[in-house]
């Protein structure tokens, strides 16, 4: 399994800081779990590959483009810092 651990800023609270770890077996595409800490509390979840597949037609992306794209966003921490935004509700 990997994983990669980011820390955000989100634009919602940009005085806040959270911790992103993403895990997945082979990679994004086919499903990953996701683990949101502010430091004090945490929250997990999973998303599945059919999720990703219906996110990416709801944006119609195909499905490998989608995958790049949540790779940015959630996996390559620095290399995409200020080109995403996060926002916590």
Known sequence: MEKT??????VS???ATYFLQVSWEKDLGTGFG????????AWAG???EAEI???AA?????K???V?????????????AGRYNFVIS
């Open 64 to 66: 490998e483009k989608y």
């Open 34 to 41: 996701i683990l949101l800490s502010d430091g004090q509390c």
């Open 46 to 48: 999973t998303v599945s």
């Open 68 to 80: 790049e794209e949540l790779k940015k966003a959630l996996v390559a921490g620095e290399e995409s």
């Open 5 to 10: 651990l980011n820390r955000i800023h989100p």
């Open 58 to 62: 709801d944006m119609e992306m195909n």
């Open 53 to 55: 597949s219906r996110e």
């Open 13 to 15: 609270d940009p005085e």
